[in-house]
């Protein structure tokens, strides 16, 4: 099995401090900013910060959707989401830029093997970037 990733970035005219309570809000906040592709969240257990356990599937496709359970760990400026029923883990690093901040978000999993495992790497990016994408665009029009 390979690692997966995919990553985007946004620099956003806001504090850290502020951009970083927003991400950390899942009660409120998070769904606001979620794009189309995440159906049916929910938190399960707290709603801020760390500790925070969250619910939702993921349809990356037509055809491919998957069930996350993520817990929450906030360290410093970044923020991890790992997920129960995966190797699937999204980090997100806040940091300050100029006036601004730059907000990048990784997400990483053990790919299949063998020819699924090949298209996996070389489509999968893409498409979980495009999500990335509206999620941080989400992002930037909620700070305003």
């Known amino acids: 099995m390979g690692q997966v990733s995919a990553h985007s970035s946004i ?31 929910k938190v399960v257990e707290g ?4 500790g925070t ?9 037509e055809k491919r959707s998957r069930n996350v359970e993520s817990t929450v760990t906030v360290d ?23 006036a ?4 990048t978000t990784l997400t990483q999993w053990k790919g ?8 996996e790497r070389t489509f999968a990016p893409k498409g979980l970037q495009s999500i990335q994408k509206k999620v941080l665009d989400n992002l930037k029009r909620e700070l305003g």
């Open 112 to 119: 299949a093997t063998g020819i699924g495992g090949f298209f």
């Open 47 to 50: 709603g801020q910060g760390d």
């Open 76 to 98: 410093g400026n970044v923020i991890t989401e790992k997920d129960a029923n995966s190797s699937l883990v999204t980090t997100w690093t806040v940091a300050p830029n100029g």
């Open 11 to 41: 620099v956003v005219a806001t504090a850290p401090e502020k951009v970083l309570a927003a991400l950390t809000d899942y009660e409120t906040v998070r769904p606001r900013i979620l794009s189309e592709q995440y159906l049916d969240y």
């Open 100 to 103: 601004g901040t730059t907000v």
């Open 53 to 61: 356990v969250v619910q939702w599937t993921l349809k990356a496709t």
